[in-house]
Protein backbone atom coordinates (compact mmCIF):
# COMPACT_ATOMS: atom_id res chain seq x y z
CA UNK A 1 0.00 0.00 0.00
CA UNK A 2 0.96 3.83 -0.58
CA UNK A 3 1.96 5.33 2.55
CA UNK A 4 4.03 8.62 3.93
CA UNK A 5 6.28 8.13 6.41
CA UNK A 6 8.52 10.30 8.40
CA UNK A 7 11.98 10.67 10.47
CA UNK A 8 13.03 10.07 13.14
CA UNK A 9 9.79 9.85 14.70
CA UNK A 10 11.17 11.67 17.70
CA UNK A 11 14.26 13.70 17.82
CA UNK A 12 16.36 16.07 20.95
CA UNK A 13 18.67 18.63 19.53
CA UNK A 14 20.77 21.53 20.91
CA UNK A 15 20.11 25.21 20.31
CA UNK A 16 22.28 26.25 17.10
CA UNK A 17 22.17 22.81 15.21
CA UNK A 18 21.02 22.16 11.89
CA UNK A 19 18.53 19.51 12.05
CA UNK A 20 16.78 17.89 9.06
CA UNK A 21 13.49 15.62 8.94
CA UNK A 22 12.58 13.39 6.29
CA UNK A 23 9.70 12.95 4.70
CA UNK A 24 8.88 10.19 2.11
CA UNK A 25 5.98 9.28 0.14
CA UNK A 26 4.95 6.34 -2.58
CA UNK A 27 1.95 7.88 -3.55
CA UNK A 28 3.71 8.93 -6.47
CA UNK A 29 2.00 12.62 -5.69
CA UNK A 30 3.27 16.23 -6.93
CA UNK A 31 1.76 17.71 -3.74
CA UNK A 32 3.69 18.09 -0.78
CA UNK A 33 3.49 19.76 2.58
CA UNK A 34 5.10 20.56 6.01
CA UNK A 35 3.11 21.87 8.81
CA UNK A 36 3.62 21.96 12.75
CA UNK A 37 1.23 21.29 14.72
CA UNK A 38 1.11 23.53 18.34
CA UNK A 39 -0.80 23.37 21.12
CA UNK A 40 -3.79 26.30 20.72
CA UNK A 41 -2.79 26.87 16.89
CA UNK A 42 -3.71 24.07 14.96
CA UNK A 43 -1.49 23.23 12.28
CA UNK A 44 0.39 25.74 10.35
CA UNK A 45 2.02 25.66 6.81
CA UNK A 46 5.83 25.80 7.06
CA UNK A 47 6.80 24.90 3.61
CA UNK A 48 5.13 23.21 0.26
CA UNK A 49 5.67 21.81 -3.24
CA UNK A 50 3.81 21.45 -6.39
CA UNK A 51 6.37 19.40 -8.15
CA UNK A 52 10.04 18.91 -8.20
CA UNK A 53 12.54 21.61 -8.11
CA UNK A 54 9.20 23.35 -6.62
CA UNK A 55 8.76 25.00 -3.21
CA UNK A 56 7.00 27.44 -1.21
CA UNK A 57 7.07 29.27 1.77
CA UNK A 58 3.78 28.81 4.39
CA UNK A 59 3.06 30.94 7.07
CA UNK A 60 5.53 30.06 9.28
CA UNK A 61 8.70 29.46 7.38
CA UNK A 62 11.04 31.65 8.77
CA UNK A 63 14.34 29.51 9.73
CA UNK A 64 13.32 26.27 7.72
CA UNK A 65 14.08 25.46 4.51
CA UNK A 66 13.19 22.71 2.31
CA UNK A 67 14.32 21.26 -1.29
CA UNK A 68 12.09 19.19 -3.47
CA UNK A 69 14.98 16.85 -5.64
CA UNK A 70 12.27 13.74 -6.36
CA UNK A 71 8.65 13.39 -6.68
CA UNK A 72 8.53 10.95 -2.77
CA UNK A 73 10.72 13.15 -0.78
CA UNK A 74 10.71 16.41 0.52
CA UNK A 75 12.95 16.95 3.77
CA UNK A 76 12.32 20.19 6.16
CA UNK A 77 15.50 22.04 7.30
CA UNK A 78 16.40 23.36 10.32
CA UNK A 79 18.41 25.68 9.74
CA UNK A 80 19.84 26.62 13.38
CA UNK A 81 17.41 24.87 15.59
CA UNK A 82 15.70 27.08 18.30
CA UNK A 83 13.94 26.53 21.22
CA UNK A 84 10.63 28.05 19.53
CA UNK A 85 11.06 25.49 16.90
CA UNK A 86 10.05 22.61 19.16
CA UNK A 87 7.06 21.26 17.69
CA UNK A 88 5.43 17.97 16.19
CA UNK A 89 6.09 17.97 12.51
CA UNK A 90 3.83 16.45 9.75
CA UNK A 91 4.21 15.99 5.93
CA UNK A 92 1.30 15.30 3.99
CA UNK A 93 1.14 15.09 0.36
CA UNK A 94 -1.96 15.48 -2.17
CA UNK A 95 -2.68 14.19 -5.54
CA UNK A 96 -4.55 17.13 -6.89
CA UNK A 97 -3.71 21.06 -6.62
CA UNK A 98 -7.44 21.74 -6.89
CA UNK A 99 -8.33 21.70 -3.40
CA UNK A 100 -7.30 18.00 -2.89
CA UNK A 101 -7.65 15.62 0.15
CA UNK A 102 -3.93 15.61 1.81
CA UNK A 103 -2.73 12.74 3.53
CA UNK A 104 -0.71 12.78 6.47
CA UNK A 105 2.49 11.47 7.50
CA UNK A 106 2.47 10.24 11.53
CA UNK A 107 4.40 13.01 12.62
CA UNK A 108 7.93 14.01 14.43
CA UNK A 109 8.24 14.68 17.61
CA UNK A 110 11.33 18.02 17.64
CA UNK A 111 12.34 19.10 21.08
CA UNK A 112 15.31 21.63 20.81
CA UNK A 113 17.29 22.32 24.25
CA UNK B 1 -5.99 36.44 5.65
CA UNK B 2 -8.24 33.15 5.83
CA UNK B 3 -9.18 32.21 8.85
CA UNK B 4 -10.54 29.11 10.62
CA UNK B 5 -12.92 29.32 14.41
CA UNK B 6 -13.55 26.13 16.02
CA UNK B 7 -15.89 27.50 18.84
CA UNK B 8 -14.73 24.58 21.61
CA UNK B 9 -11.32 23.81 23.05
CA UNK B 10 -12.23 20.32 24.76
CA UNK B 11 -15.57 18.45 25.01
CA UNK B 12 -16.43 15.65 27.57
CA UNK B 13 -18.86 13.62 26.80
CA UNK B 14 -20.72 10.43 27.97
CA UNK B 15 -21.13 7.07 25.47
CA UNK B 16 -23.76 7.40 23.36
CA UNK B 17 -24.41 11.21 23.52
CA UNK B 18 -24.50 13.35 20.75
CA UNK B 19 -21.47 15.41 19.96
CA UNK B 20 -21.46 18.89 17.51
CA UNK B 21 -18.57 20.82 16.64
CA UNK B 22 -18.91 23.97 15.88
CA UNK B 23 -16.33 25.47 12.55
CA UNK B 24 -16.36 29.30 11.35
CA UNK B 25 -14.06 30.60 8.48
CA UNK B 26 -14.49 33.91 7.54
CA UNK B 27 -13.18 34.17 3.47
CA UNK B 28 -16.39 34.52 1.31
CA UNK B 29 -15.77 33.12 -1.52
CA UNK B 30 -15.66 29.47 -2.71
CA UNK B 31 -14.11 27.41 -0.56
CA UNK B 32 -13.43 23.42 0.10
CA UNK B 33 -13.85 22.53 3.58
CA UNK B 34 -12.40 19.53 5.57
CA UNK B 35 -12.88 17.67 8.69
CA UNK B 36 -9.55 15.84 10.36
CA UNK B 37 -9.13 13.42 13.25
CA UNK B 38 -6.23 12.96 15.06
CA UNK B 39 -6.60 9.54 17.52
CA UNK B 40 -4.41 9.52 20.26
CA UNK B 41 -0.77 8.50 19.12
CA UNK B 42 -1.84 8.39 15.18
CA UNK B 43 -1.55 11.05 12.27
CA UNK B 44 -4.39 12.56 10.63
CA UNK B 45 -7.06 11.36 9.01
CA UNK B 46 -9.62 12.59 6.48
CA UNK B 47 -13.65 12.63 8.24
CA UNK B 48 -15.17 14.03 5.34
CA UNK B 49 -14.75 17.20 2.85
CA UNK B 50 -17.17 19.34 1.44
CA UNK B 51 -16.44 20.34 -2.31
CA UNK B 52 -19.89 21.21 -3.70
CA UNK B 53 -23.26 19.76 -3.73
CA UNK B 54 -25.59 18.48 -1.02
CA UNK B 55 -24.61 20.68 2.25
CA UNK B 56 -25.13 17.68 3.93
CA UNK B 57 -22.09 15.54 3.99
CA UNK B 58 -21.69 12.19 5.71
CA UNK B 59 -18.20 10.50 5.99
CA UNK B 60 -16.36 7.51 7.91
CA UNK B 61 -17.31 6.36 11.32
CA UNK B 62 -21.46 7.97 11.38
CA UNK B 63 -20.29 11.47 11.02
CA UNK B 64 -21.60 14.12 9.10
CA UNK B 65 -21.34 17.71 8.92
CA UNK B 66 -23.39 20.61 7.32
CA UNK B 67 -22.38 23.30 5.07
CA UNK B 68 -24.05 26.74 6.09
CA UNK B 69 -22.87 28.76 3.22
CA UNK B 70 -24.98 32.24 4.64
CA UNK B 71 -23.50 31.21 7.90
CA UNK B 72 -19.97 30.67 6.95
CA UNK B 73 -19.92 27.38 8.61
CA UNK B 74 -19.16 23.61 8.86
CA UNK B 75 -20.15 22.39 11.70
CA UNK B 76 -19.21 18.41 12.25
CA UNK B 77 -21.93 16.00 14.29
CA UNK B 78 -22.38 12.67 15.23
CA UNK B 79 -25.93 11.22 16.98
CA UNK B 80 -24.59 8.84 19.01
CA UNK B 81 -20.36 9.02 20.19
CA UNK B 82 -18.21 5.71 21.06
CA UNK B 83 -15.50 5.90 23.50
CA UNK B 84 -13.18 5.20 20.32
CA UNK B 85 -13.88 8.58 19.01
CA UNK B 86 -11.65 9.86 21.62
CA UNK B 87 -9.65 12.20 19.64
CA UNK B 88 -8.80 15.52 17.92
CA UNK B 89 -10.97 17.26 15.65
CA UNK B 90 -9.36 19.97 13.07
CA UNK B 91 -12.10 21.65 10.49
CA UNK B 92 -9.55 22.96 7.38
CA UNK B 93 -10.60 25.09 4.57
CA UNK B 94 -9.02 25.64 1.44
CA UNK B 95 -9.52 28.08 -1.51
CA UNK B 96 -8.25 28.79 -5.12
CA UNK B 97 -7.44 31.92 -4.67
CA UNK B 98 -5.06 30.99 -1.94
CA UNK B 99 -3.51 28.94 -4.06
CA UNK B 100 -5.31 25.90 -2.24
CA UNK B 101 -3.18 25.69 1.06
CA UNK B 102 -5.16 24.63 4.22
CA UNK B 103 -5.80 26.84 7.06
CA UNK B 104 -6.64 24.41 10.21
CA UNK B 105 -8.60 25.77 12.90
CA UNK B 106 -7.12 25.12 16.78
CA UNK B 107 -8.85 21.81 17.19
CA UNK B 108 -11.42 20.13 19.62
CA UNK B 109 -10.32 17.87 22.18
CA UNK B 110 -13.21 15.00 22.59
CA UNK B 111 -12.92 12.61 25.02
CA UNK B 112 -15.51 10.22 25.70
CA UNK B 113 -16.34 8.33 28.93
CA UNK B 114 -17.11 4.91 29.22
Known amino acids: DAEITQSPRHKITETGRQVTLACHQT?????MFWYRQDLGHGLRLIHY???????NKGEVSDGYSVSRSNTEDLPLTLESAASSQTSVYFC????????????FGPGTRLTVT | AQSVSQHNHHVILSEAASLELGCNYS??????LFWYVQYPGQHLQLLLK??????LVKGIKGFEAEFIKSKFSFNLRKPSVQWSDTAEYFCAVNAPVRDYKLSFGAGTTVTVRA
Open chain 2, 27 to 32: YGGTVN
Open chain 1, 27 to 31: WNHNN
Open chain 1, 49 to 55: SYGVQDT
Open chain 2, 50 to 55: YFSGDP
Open chain 1, 92 to 103: ASSEYTGGDEQY
